[in-house]
Protein backbone atom coordinates (compact mmCIF):
# COMPACT_ATOMS: atom_id res chain seq x y z
CA UNK A 1 0.00 0.00 0.00
CA UNK A 2 1.08 3.66 -0.82
CA UNK A 3 0.01 6.89 1.53
CA UNK A 4 -0.48 9.86 0.08
CA UNK A 5 1.74 12.34 1.48
CA UNK A 6 -0.80 15.26 0.52
CA UNK A 7 -4.12 14.13 1.51
CA UNK A 8 -3.13 10.82 3.43
CA UNK A 9 -5.36 8.42 1.25
CA UNK A 10 -4.08 4.82 1.03
CA UNK A 11 -3.85 2.96 -1.99
CA UNK A 12 -2.67 0.17 -4.17
CA UNK A 13 0.36 0.80 -6.79
CA UNK A 14 -2.09 -0.51 -9.82
CA UNK A 15 -4.67 2.59 -8.07
CA UNK A 16 -1.75 5.25 -8.60
CA UNK A 17 -0.68 4.54 -12.27
CA UNK A 18 2.18 6.57 -13.16
CA UNK A 19 2.34 9.52 -15.21
CA UNK A 20 -1.47 10.72 -15.57
CA UNK A 21 -0.59 14.33 -15.76
CA UNK A 22 0.62 14.15 -19.72
CA UNK A 23 3.94 13.90 -18.67
CA UNK A 24 6.71 14.42 -21.42
CA UNK A 25 8.77 11.76 -20.45
CA UNK A 26 7.56 8.10 -20.44
CA UNK A 27 7.86 6.10 -18.05
CA UNK A 28 9.47 8.23 -15.37
CA UNK A 29 7.94 6.56 -12.33
CA UNK A 30 5.55 8.93 -10.70
CA UNK A 31 2.95 8.09 -8.57
CA UNK A 32 -0.23 9.82 -8.92
CA UNK A 33 -2.78 9.81 -5.91
CA UNK A 34 -6.18 8.85 -7.13
CA UNK A 35 -8.08 10.84 -4.40
CA UNK A 36 -6.19 14.19 -4.68
CA UNK A 37 -4.08 13.68 -7.72
CA UNK A 38 -0.77 14.81 -6.47
CA UNK A 39 2.05 13.35 -7.81
CA UNK A 40 5.30 12.44 -5.98
CA UNK A 41 8.27 9.87 -6.60
CA UNK A 42 7.54 6.22 -5.39
CA UNK A 43 9.70 4.92 -2.21
CA UNK A 44 12.94 4.12 -3.08
CA UNK A 45 14.05 0.27 -1.94
CA UNK A 46 16.79 1.76 0.65
CA UNK A 47 13.98 4.04 2.14
CA UNK A 48 11.86 0.70 2.38
CA UNK A 49 14.65 -1.17 3.76
CA UNK A 50 15.67 0.70 6.59
CA UNK A 51 12.04 1.95 7.36
CA UNK A 52 11.53 -2.32 7.81
CA UNK A 53 14.69 -2.76 9.63
CA UNK A 54 13.90 0.41 12.18
CA UNK A 55 10.31 -1.16 12.74
CA UNK A 56 12.03 -4.32 13.24
CA UNK A 57 14.17 -2.69 15.59
CA UNK A 58 11.61 -0.58 17.53
CA UNK A 59 9.18 -4.44 18.02
CA UNK A 60 12.13 -5.98 20.01
CA UNK A 61 12.89 -3.26 22.45
CA UNK A 62 9.25 -2.81 23.11
CA UNK A 63 8.96 -6.88 23.85
CA UNK A 64 7.59 -8.03 27.18
CA UNK A 65 11.12 -7.55 30.15
CA UNK A 66 12.27 -4.84 27.78
CA UNK A 67 12.62 -1.11 28.39
CA UNK A 68 10.30 1.10 25.68
CA UNK A 69 11.25 3.92 24.48
CA UNK A 70 15.26 3.64 25.85
CA UNK A 71 14.51 4.85 29.39
CA UNK A 72 16.15 2.65 32.35
CA UNK A 73 13.45 1.35 34.36
CA UNK A 74 12.98 3.52 37.90
CA UNK A 75 14.62 0.98 40.28
CA UNK A 76 18.08 1.06 38.07
CA UNK A 77 18.39 4.74 37.80
CA UNK A 78 20.82 6.48 40.05
CA UNK A 79 20.46 10.16 42.44
CA UNK A 80 22.39 12.77 42.77
CA UNK A 81 24.62 12.47 46.11
CA UNK A 82 22.64 8.96 46.93
CA UNK A 83 25.33 6.46 49.03
CA UNK A 84 27.36 9.33 49.79
CA UNK A 85 27.45 10.96 54.09
Same mark, same amino acid.
Given at each position: ??????? $???????? $? /????????? /? %?????????? $??????????????? @??? @???? $???? /?? %????????? /??????? %?????
Amino acid at each position: MIDCSMC $GHSFTPEE $G /AACRSGCPV /A %GCGMVTCPSC $GFEFPPASKLVSFVT @NVT @NLVR $GRRS /AP %GGTKGGTPP /AHTARTQ %GAGRE
